[in-house]
């Protein structure tokens, strides 16, 4: 099963959304909109831009 993004209000009513991976763990979640438009903004510049983003390792 391919992953997902998931759509949903919180509990102080803001939209927020999550990307699942195939096997139904979180693997990202993005922060709370006032509109549920700003929300499937956020999910679409996640597509357009991480596709081929880059790992800058700030690790070393």
Known sequence: MAGKFELYTDASGKFRF??????GQ???QGQ???SKA???NG????K???ADAP??????
Do not use: C, P
Request: proline fraction near 0%; hydrophobic fraction near 45%.
């Open 38 to 40: 700003s929300a499937l």
């Open 48 to 50: 357009k831009n991480a």
């Open 32 to 34: 709370a909109y006032e």
């Open 18 to 23: 999550r990307l699942k991976a195939g096997n």
């Open 43 to 46: 999910i679409e510049s996640i």
């Open 55 to 60: 790992v800058d390792d700030q690790t070393a």
């Open 26 to 28: 979180v693997i990202a």
